[in-house]
């Protein structure tokens, strides 16, 4: 066990002049970490914005929610971009593992921001593309789902737009 760990604990002690640890320094380096940002939106990508919003993917990919209250304004009542409402739903893609408070068929909304740096798609990897994600889509996203299937070639180029701007 010694050739494993040779540091003798306890390992994370507090620095003498910050009294902070080394996990503090990792918290807040990820805390303030900035979000993954947009790609160029153009008009296309606006259009697509609207179109994602017509069919009802807001209904769980809110597109912005905001902070609570803080004592650091960089936190304190701030927008976060995220297209997600971050509560458990039953969209028919769910692993039938009970989690928590997650029932076996539901997951959490997962947040879009950075879709366009991301692949496979869907909590467990088996989507290639976001079309193959969207079909995936049932049970409480069944409108949405079926809203995409009838977009004309027009309207899915300008979704598709949309969703690789995010």
């Avoid at 003798?8 to 380096?29: C, Q, S, V």
């Avoid at 069944?142 to 977009?151: P, S, T, W």
């Amino acid at each position: 066990m010694r050739l494993c760990d040779p540091a003798p604990d306890p390992e994370d002690k507090r620095d003498p002049l910050t009294r902070r640890r080394g996990i503090d320094n990792f918290e807040a380096f990820m805390r303030f970490l900035a979000p993954i940002g947009r790609a160029a939106v153009d008009e296309t990508a606006r259009n697509g914005e609207r179109v994602f919003a017509a069919i009802g993917c807001t209904a769980c990919h809110v597109p912005s929610l905001t902070t609570g209250p803080s004592s650091h304004p960089a936190f304190n009542r701030q927008p976060v971009p995220l297209f997600s409402d971050l509560l458990l739903h039953d969209v028919g893609t769910g692993d039938g593992i009970r989690q928590g408070a997650a029932e076996p068929e539901e997951i959490r909304t997962p947040a879009l921001w950075g879709l366009r740096l991301r692949r496979p798609l869907l909590h467990d990897g088996s989507a290639a593309t976001t079309e193959d994600a969207i079909r995936r889509h049932h049970n409480e996203a069944e409108l949405a789902q079926r809203g995409f299937d009838q977009l004309s070639p027009a309207d899915r180029a300008a979704l598709s737009a949309f969703l690789r701007s995010l």
